[in-house]
């Protein structure tokens, strides 16, 4: 679908034939005239910051692998939270199970334990060991993908001062050229996006930027200073681009040979989105971070 392409509306009835698709918001009618649409896009022209290019599309509802926008239109959402949502809007189970948590309580902060961080990360990490990781392997949830990766940046650079013997603000990350992992600060100061890295600076040094692929180059860009390298296991925002075989297991030795962490960025590719755990797996590699 085209960003200018606006979909055919579908009639009432059509729509109240789809299998588990909710229920219209109150006071909108099917198949209408695109009015709500442009009142909805204008509101958010008005006072909305523009961060971003949306599709010309306005969601009201969803279910499973459906939405439902302003005009009752439906589309199959192939967008998918780019790839957040692995099981469809609405899931049973899931809003089960955050229902009965804000029954219960809704939040503590880290100022307290509570009875659900603790089961929580054990499983997250015995389905890390599954793939490989060791058997006492620790979890830090975030909320973003970007707040992990700045926290494993962070981990990597203290254990580069601590325990490798870095001088102090001397440590530096090795990254991939076409890479995201995200809009903050630091990561954008190694992005080769322009958009996402024009007119951020100053930028936060300590980052090497290597082509995707080139074990050669890896090497080359290694020195005593280097605490990490940081990877997509497959490039997402660049377009989907799955390294050369062998890639990641040369990445593993490099580090493993040179004294330096593999930071892998499973964001968009972790949790089964490949067939896999994790998309390392295909590769038979255990990075020192997911």
């Given at each position: 679908?085209?960003?200018?392409h606006?979909?055919?509306?579908v009639?009432?009835?059509?729509?109240?034939?789809i299998?588990g698709?909710?229920p219209l918001?109150?006071g909108v009618?099917?198949?209408?005239?695109?009015?709500?649409?442009?009142e909805?896009?204008?509101?958010?022209?008005?006072?909305?910051?523009?961060?971003?290019h949306?599709?010309?599309v306005?969601?009201?509802e969803?279910?499973?692998?459906?939405v439902v926008?302003?005009e009752g239109?439906r589309?199959?959402?192939?967008?998918?939270?780019?790839?957040?949502?692995n099981?469809?809007?609405?899931?049973?189970?899931l809003l089960?199970?955050?229902?009965?948590q804000?029954?219960?309580l809704?939040?503590?902060?880290?100022?307290?334990?509570?009875?659900?961080?603790?089961?929580?990360?054990?499983?997250?990490a015995a389905?890390?060991?599954?793939?490989?990781?060791?058997s006492?392997?620790?979890?830090?949830?975030?909320?973003?993908?970007?707040?992990?990766?700045?926290?494993?940046?962070?981990?990597?650079?203290?254990?580069?001062?601590?325990?490798?013997?870095?001088?102090?603000g001397?440590?530096?990350?090795?990254?991939?050229?076409?890479?995201?992992?995200?809009?903050?600060?630091t990561?954008?100061?190694?992005?080769?996006d322009?958009?996402?890295?024009?007119?951020?600076?100053?930028?936060?040094p300590?980052?090497?930027?290597?082509?995707y692929?080139?074990?050669?180059?890896?090497?080359?860009?290694?020195d005593?200073?280097?605490v990490?390298?940081l990877?997509?296991?497959?490039?997402?925002?660049?377009?989907?681009?799955?390294?050369?075989?062998?890639?990641?297991?040369?990445?593993?030795?490099?580090?493993?040979e040179?004294?330096?962490?593999?930071?892998?960025?499973?964001?968009?590719?972790?949790?089964?989105?490949?067939?896999?755990?994790?998309?390392?797996q295909?590769d038979s590699?255990?990075?020192?971070?997911?």
């Amino acid at each position: 679908m085209s960003r200018n392409h606006t979909p055919e509306a579908v009639p009432a009835s059509e729509v109240a034939r789809i299998p588990g698709l909710p229920p219209l918001p109150p006071g909108v009618e099917p198949a209408g005239d695109g009015t709500a649409t442009k009142e909805a896009i204008a509101l958010d022209e008005r006072v909305t910051a523009h961060n971003y290019h949306p599709l010309p599309v306005v969601v009201a509802e969803a279910d499973g692998a459906w939405v439902v926008d302003v005009e009752g239109r439906r589309f199959l959402d192939c967008l998918a939270g780019y790839s957040a949502l692995n099981f469809g809007h609405r899931h049973p189970a899931l809003l089960s199970a955050v229902r009965q948590q804000l029954d219960r309580l809704t939040l503590t902060s880290r100022a307290f334990h509570n009875d659900q961080l603790g089961p929580f990360c054990a499983e997250l990490a015995a389905l890390a060991a599954r793939a490989g990781m060791p058997s006492d392997a620790m979890v830090l949830p975030m909320n973003t993908g970007a707040e992990a990766v700045e926290t494993a940046i962070k981990v990597a650079r203290k254990w580069g001062y601590q325990v490798k013997g870095v001088p102090s603000g001397a440590a530096n990350i090795i990254v991939a050229e076409n890479n995201f992992h995200g809009r903050t600060t630091t990561i954008v100061s190694f992005s080769t996006d322009p958009v996402a890295r024009d007119d951020y600076g100053p930028y936060t040094p300590g980052f090497t930027i290597v082509p995707y692929g080139d074990l050669e180059a890896l090497t080359a860009a290694i020195d005593q200073n280097t605490v990490a390298v940081l990877l997509e296991p497959i490039q997402g925002e660049a377009g989907v681009l799955v390294p050369p075989e062998g890639y990641l297991a040369g990445v593993r030795r490099i580090c493993d040979e040179q004294r330096v962490l593999f930071l892998a960025d499973e964001i968009q590719s972790g949790l089964g989105r490949t067939g896999e755990t994790f998309a390392c797996q295909h590769d038979s590699v255990v990075p020192d971070m997911f």
